[in-house]
């Protein structure tokens, strides 16, 4: 599980849900209310899956799932 702070989807934080996503395939993301402001979370997992990659599997409040298929 990763978590997702105020300062939102940072490179920092993008480069982990990578390294997540390479080993795990599926990962699951948790957004602090402190972090939506004024959007979404599905907005956010959107722009996250895009950035990463990934295909975006379930919006719930304010968790999401991942989707990324192994290059081995």
Not at 21 to 29: G, H, N, Q, R
Not at 54 to 69: D, I, N, P, Q, W
Request: hydrophobic share 40%.
């Amino acid at each position: 599980t990763i978590w997702i702070g105020k300062s939102g989807a940072s490179q920092q934080s993008l480069k982990e849900i990578e390294k997540q996503l390479e080993k795990k395939e599926m990962i699951k993301i948790k957004i602090l209310k402190s972090a939506l402001g004024e959007d979404e979370a599905k907005k956010i997992a959107i722009q996250i899956a895009e950035q990463t990659e990934a295909s975006l599997v379930e919006v719930r409040g304010h968790t999401f799932m991942l989707y990324k298929r192994c290059k081995k």
